[in-house]
């Protein structure tokens, strides 16, 4: 018995040791805690489980801050239901160390190393120098962004439903679009208020900091002039800027002309609509245009956008976009002979550009794998299964309508996808950075022709 209990206790302690493992480990802990209290009769207004799988679907979706939905969540789920949900949000977009550590911090106790290993992989940290002040700036920045949010949503929603109703779908939706997820509990999404500029620009404002990313919103807070943010800083809010005005002026004369979207609106609520989109492909799942109802052009121009994502060490999921600007800025340095891709006066590494690849490669590779199975199993259009995947994938959770109708196969598969688009890149590029092997064999440089 003794040495059971030993080898328990060692397993136990060589995972502790494994960051990576950890937050692996613990997103899926949440997302079975999660998919069990849904489960349950007591949380529907039917009074009628969901089954498991469904549960469990959503949970996923909830916790990998996404927002693909097989029940409408406002008329599915009762009160109760919906609160699991938003705290399965909160501690997946927030993160389960961060939380876990909030209250050691109020009760003044010291955050060990195992914990401060942990924060660091969880945070998309280099170095362990000021963890500590940086958890508190997230914890204290997090709840402050969302209770503006809220305040400013509870001019709309509460004289239109009152102060209790008003007031929760005020503090549902700030933590739904900050923590990047999309999950809505008014029944319709934006589409109704698409074209109430407080409700829209509120939204997404909320998404857009959300996915800037914890270390980006504190140098510019600290810092507040564009030319002495870090390369890195410059990159985020660079990419961020570019990608949002030209999805929105492609999606505007994509859909402009289309009836069942843009097409009977008014042209100042076509802009608004197509900067919405254009954000909320991003990682959030909100909608204020029929998504069954887009163009495959349109759709295809999302699929890019949520393929890409938002940035590091934020809420949002995705490729991210300073891996997608080293990507671009290798291929353009290359193209111009040049020895070094160059950013804002600065080289990028080597080591730097080898991530982004990999995180490419890995990213395409899990898309691909999953499109790929769910056409053997799906009814559904392709374009329609590869953007389930790349919603899925960049924990985007915009959907053409299908996630209902998938199989149960399909539904576990996409669950799967979400948790890897959630933990995955962040895992892999923790292990490339940090669990090199040098070789200390040189073999001779090889001649491989490319192009």
């Not at 089954?51 to 409408?72: M, P, Q, R, W």
């Not at 550590?101 to 195992?114: A, D, E, N, S, Y």
């Not at 739904?176 to 008014?186: I, Q, V």
């Not at 698409?194 to 996915?211: S, W």
């Amino acid at each position: 018995m003794k040495n059971i209990f030993k080898n328990v206790s060692e397993k136990i302690s060589n995972i502790s040791l494994n960051p990576p493992l950890v937050l692996l480990i613990g997103f899926a802990l949440l997302i079975l805690s999660g998919a069990c209290l849904l489960n349950l009769s007591v949380v529907t207004r039917s009074g009628e489980s969901i089954g498991f799988i469904n549960a469990l679907f959503t949970a996923g979706s909830a916790s990998c801050v996404t927002g693909l939905v097989v029940v409408n969540t406002a008329y599915h789920w009762n009160l109760a239901g919906q609160i699991i949900i938003i705290l399965l949000i909160q501690i997946g977009g927030l993160g389960i160390m961060t939380l876990a550590t909030m209250f050691p911090l109020v009760l003044r106790k010291r955050i060990g190393l195992q914990s401060r290993q942990i924060l660091k992989e969880q945070l998309n940290l280099d170095t362990f120098s000021g963890i500590i002040r940086l958890l508190k700036y997230v914890i204290t920045f997090t709840f402050s962004v969302e209770g503006i949010g809220a305040l400013l949503l509870a001019t709309r929603f509460v004289p239109r439903f009152g102060w209790p109703r008003g007031l929760w779908y005020s503090v549902f939706q700030a933590i739904s679009a900050f923590c990047n997820a999309g999950f809505d509990n008014l029944g319709d999404s934006i589409y109704p208020w698409r074209e109430d500029p407080v409700v829209n620009i509120t939204i997404m404002a909320l998404v857009v900091i959300g996915g800037l990313g914890f270390l980006v919103t504190k140098e510019i807070l600290q810092k507040r002039n564009f030319k002495i943010l870090s390369v890195h800083g410059k990159l985020v809010l660079t990419i961020t800027g570019l990608l949002i005005f030209f999805g929105a002026l492609f999606f505007f004369i994509l859909e402009y002309s289309n009836p069942d979207t843009l097409g009977n609106e008014s042209l100042s609520v076509q802009v608004g609509q197509s900067f919405f989109q254009s954000v909320i492909a991003r990682t959030a799942g909100f909608y204020s245009v029929p998504m069954g109802s887009l163009r495959d052009s349109s759709a295809f121009l999302l699929i890019i956008l949520m393929f890409i994502g938002g940035s590091p060490g934020s809420t949002a999921g995705g490729l991210k976009t300073t891996t997608f600007g080293v990507l671009i800025l290798s291929t353009i340095s290359t193209i111009k002979g040049e020895k070094e891709p160059v950013a804002f006066h600065k080289q990028i590494g080597l080591n730097t550009i080898r991530k982004a690849l990999a995180l490419v490669v890995v990213g395409l590779l899990l898309v691909i794998s999953v499109s790929f199975l769910l056409t053997v199993t799906e009814k559904a259009s392709f374009i329609d299964l590869v953007f389930e995947t790349v919603s899925a994938y960049g924990t985007v959770g915009l959907s053409k309508g299908i996630s209902p109708d998938l199989t149960n196969f399909g539904k576990v598969i996409i669950t799967l996808t979400m948790y890897a688009g959630r933990v995955g890149p962040l895992t892999l590029g923790f292990a490339i950075s940090n669990r090199t092997n040098p070789s200390k064999l040189h073999y001779p440089e090889a001649n491989i022709a490319i192009g």
